[in-house]
């Protein structure tokens, strides 16, 4: 990481498609666990190399913090928390095909917590939906 606290990386593998594709870059700014959201992106060391994975949960405060995080193509539990002092920074923007998508901050920050509370919401509005089946088929029965 520079002295500004910026890194560019090139990215490699799957686990953040569709948002992140194999060989983008990456626009990293240095950020301690505080300064981290729901919903950012993530680079961390991981048994010895740099991985870019979305946050998903935070919870506590201090030193007794623990980070959840997760690529977006994998749809799976959270494993266990991420270490605090393996947080490198926070994915700022990508650089694709000759453009700059900024993804962190206004809406675009907005956007990026919505794709964490997607998948939860599609469900709820799925179990309503057939709780409100099963309630119209009773009601017909009368």
């Known amino acids: 990481m ?10 490699s593998g799957f ?29 961390y060391r991981q048994q010895g190399r ?6 998903v949960r935070k919870e506590g405060g201090g030193s007794g913090m623990r980070l959840y995080v997760r690529g977006d193509a994998d749809r799976s539990r959270y494993k266990e928390p991420l270490r605090q002092e393996d947080v490198i920074g926070k994915v700022e923007g990508i650089y694709r095909q000759g453009r700059f998508i900024k993804v962190s ?25 057939s709780i409100w089946r099963n309630t119209d088929e009773a009601d017909s029965h009368f």
């Open 50 to 55: 740099q991985v870019c994975h979305r946050l």
């Open 105 to 129: 901050g206004g809406y675009r920050g907005a956007i990026n917590r919505l794709i964490v509370l997607l998948p939860g919401l599609i469900l709820l509005a799925l179990k309503a939906r």
């Open 15 to 43: 686990s953040m498609r569709p948002f992140v594709r194999h060989s983008d870059r990456v626009l990293v700014r240095r950020a301690g666990a505080a300064g981290l959201r729901t919903g950012d992106i993530v680079l």
């Open 2 to 11: 520079g002295e500004d606290g910026l890194l560019f990386l090139e990215t």
